[in-house]
Each structure stands twice: as structure tokens, then as C-alpha cells.
Nanobody, 123 residues
Framework: QLQLVESGGGLVQAGGSLRLSCTDSGNTLDQYTIGWFRRVPGKDREGVACINSLHSTIYSTDFIEGRFTISRDKTKNTIYLQMNNLKPEDTGVYYC????????????????WGQGTQVTVSS
């Protein structure tokens, strides 16, 4: 049973950057596809990006616009989401999740979820 923990959220001004981290202190994440998702006010949960064990990535085409980058460091058992040029509409709770089987930004394929980290972007 994975126990994913997100960190790195906070308050930032529009145009600023944050780097979110996702890790599990008790289990290796090497063989999992890890996805980042978010829930912003007024919208359903939406996929942001995912990265598989071979470091191949998939990004949502809806709102990323080249601003977000997902990466993983297996030596640190950590997956990152670098977010640049943040906008107020990026405000929400960001979650990481693990999938054993599918590379996708669709939440239905993910088996384990973290508790989320709050990102607030002020205008």
C-alpha cells in the first residue's frame, strides 16, 4: 500500500513559480507511473501530467501551455512538478497519484492518491 505525500505548495504571486514534490517514504515508486492532478474551484478534478518508469511524459493539453514540467529522480524516490508563470486560475489543490498499469492523465487509471497540497496564486 503506497502512501504518497505531496509537498511544495504555497502562496505565490501571478507569474511566479513553485515546485511540487511527491514521494513515499516507505515504498519505492520506480515501477509506477506517477501523475499530477488538480482540483481548482468550480471544476472537476483534472489531470495535469504523468511520467512513467522510463521517464516518458504526457501532459494535459488544456491549460499547461508549456508552463509545467514533470520529472522524477529515482535516487530520491521523488516526482516533481515544476510550475512556472503561474496564473490565479491555477489556484487549487494538487494531488499526485500512482498507477500500476497505464500512462494517462485520466484519474480513473490511478490506484493510490496523496492527500494533496494547496497552491494559491494571487493576482
Amino acid at each position: 500500500q503506497l502512501q504518497l505525500v505531496e509537498s511544495g505548495g504555497g502562496l505565490v504571486q501571478a507569474g511566479g513559480s513553485l515546485r511540487l514534490s511527491c514521494t513515499d517514504s516507505g515504498n519505492t515508486l520506480d515501477q509506477y507511473t506517477i501523475g499530477w492532478f488538480r482540483r481548482v474551484p468550480g471544476k472537476d478534478r483534472e489531470g495535469v501530467a504523468c511520467i512513467n518508469s522510463l521517464h516518458s511524459t504526457i501532459y494535459s493539453t488544456d491549460f499547461i501551455e508549456g508552463r509545467f514540467t514533470i520529472s522524477r529522480d529515482k535516487t530520491k524516490n521523488t516526482i516533481y512538478l515544476q510550475m512556472n508563470n503561474l496564473k490565479p486560475e491555477d489556484t487549487g489543490v494538487y494531488y499526485c497519484a500512482a498507477s500500476v498499469s497505464v500512462d494517462s492523465v485520466s484519474a480513473q487509471w490511478y490506484d493510490y492518491w496523496g492527500q494533496g497540497t494547496q497552491v494559491t496564486v494571487s493576482s
